[in-house]
């Protein structure tokens, strides 16, 4: 018997049937050369006939130079940070797509001078929020904070609730991030109750801000107090309110959720916020405040380090001019809706139950608020089958049952999300 190992096709004679070239060409050399390896090592191992090494590496490519897959998000968790927050519209996709070669970012095609980056997103930002006197972009809402900090607090003190005084995930706490700055943070109240005093008397020379955080991924409640942002301006020192969310405007779902347009009506001087949260856009740390302050944090030496890139500013502008956002219509759907297509699905998968549920909004938003919800139920072990699928399903583990909650499934996914399932099934 010949050693099979002598059998294995070689490298550059695989790379030249049509499908593999074709795969080098789209995805690359160094990526089509890997899944080569993978299958001639499966060969060499006996696990696959040689003859058979290309139909292998061909079914083995991915279907595009990314690592990241697509995902079906049946968690029914809205805001899903572990899976990309905010799904982009289809308008954002498209304009990111857009930008992504040569753009005029930074560029005046009238005169050929530069011009103002990412003018045309800050003009839509301005707009959304017409109470802001002037409106900045960052990375996320984090470096928004730093920059907040770093302008307004060098070498002073942020005053800041002990109830506010949040670790907002994947351990990143707040305080410890405008520590970094070289800030003081000046700890006030207690952890269930603070009140207007206790800010007064910590107000002092020292003094750069005021913080007052929203902690939207937990809730006190009984004995609580907290100091309402109109009650915190107008204290002679700049207060400073991070709303995380990101709702530009109060919210008809989320009647509790801070947004940057009352908080600045309230008197906030400055309001930062994350741009793939509620507001259904891409990573990034909303601005705004008087023209004055957020020229003030533009001309920080640190902005540059923390600006976004076009591809950001695209998708950030079609988010706020466009239709309404995936994330607008999972908060909105009507739950009467959710059930039809449950049902629609269940009649098609043998053993799938339709069921009520209760998703949430996720993201660090709201962790009070369930949103009534529908799905479909199938046995536990099919959770682990189906985030293993293509594409990956990522439902939630209830009670012994694996729920697909379609709150969180777009109405135009259903068919993908049959698909998978039944692939499973
Ligand atoms: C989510 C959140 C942040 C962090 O925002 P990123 O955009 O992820 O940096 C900060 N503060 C609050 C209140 C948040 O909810």
Redo the contacts with the bound molecule.
């Keep these: 018997m010949t050693d099979p190992r002598r059998r294995v096709p070689r490298t550059d004679t695989l790379l030249t049937d049509p499908r593999l070239a074709e795969a080098e060409r789209t995805l690359g050399r160094t990526l089509v050369k890997s899944v080569i390896a993978d299958a001639q090592q499966r060969a060499r191992a006996g696990e696959i006939a040689p003859e058979h090494v290309a139909d292998h590496a061909v079914a083995a490519l991915p279907s595009a130079a990314v690592s990241l897959r697509p995902v079906i998000n049946a968690t029914g968790v809205v805001v899903h940070t572990n899976l990309g927050r905010a799904p982009l519209s289809r308008t954002a996709v498209d304009a990111v797509v857009t930008a992504s070669g040569a753009t005029d970012v930074e560029f005046d095609l009238a005169t050929g001078r530069r011009a103002r980056r990412g003018r045309g997103t800050l003009a839509a930002l301005a707009r959304a929020v017409p109470t802001a006197g002037g409106v900045h972009v960052v990375n996320?809402?984090?470096?928004?904070?730093l920059l907040a900090a770093m302008t307004l607090a060098p070498g002073r003190e942020i005053i800041v609730s002990r109830g506010e005084l949040?670790e907002?995930?994947d351990g990143?706490r707040?305080p410890e991030l405008l520590e970094s700055t070289g800030a003081r943070i000046r700890e006030v109240g207690t952890t269930n109750r603070t009140h207007l005093r206790d800010y007064t008397d910590a107000i002092g020379r020292e003094t750069g801000f005021i913080l007052k955080?929203?902690?939207?991924?937990y809730y006190v409640s009984g004995f609580t107090s907290a100091v309402a942002v109109t009650d915190l301006a107008g204290l002679g020192v700049p207060l400073v309110v991070?709303?995380?969310?990101g709702l530009l405007t109060p919210h008809p779902v989320l009647p509790d959720e801070p947004d940057a347009t009352t908080a600045l009506r309230h008197g906030a001087d400055l309001v930062?916020a994350?741009?793939?949260?509620l507001l259904g856009g891409p990573?990034?740390?909303l601005l705004f405040g008087s023209a004055e302050l957020i020229e003030r944090l533009r001309r920080h030496p640190a902005a540059r380090a923390l600006r976004v890139d076009k591809l950001t500013l695209a998708a950030l502008e079609a988010t706020l001019v466009g239709p309404p956002t995936p994330v607008h219509l999972a908060l909105t759907a009507d739950v009467a809706a959710l059930r039809v297509r449950a049902e629609r699905l269940a009649a098609q998968l043998p053993g799938a139950l339709v069921v009520d549920c209760v998703a949430a909004v996720g993201?660090?938003?709201a962790p009070d608020v369930g949103l009534p919800s529908a799905g479909i139920s199938l046995p536990e072990p099919l959770a682990a089958a189906l985030r293993a699928g293509t594409p990956p399903v990522v439902g939630r583990v209830e009670a012994g049952r694996c729920v697909l909650d379609l709150r969180t499934v777009a109405p135009d996914e259903d068919g993908r999300l049959l698909e998978a399932v039944a692939a499973c099934m």
Excluded: C, R, W, Y
């Excluded at 996320?140 to 904070?145: G, H, I, S, T, V």
């Design positions: 996320n809402n984090a470096a928004a904070l949040i907002i995930g990143f707040i955080v929203h902690p939207s991924n991070d709303i995380g969310s930062t994350s741009g793939d949260k990573q990034a740390g993201g660090g938003g």
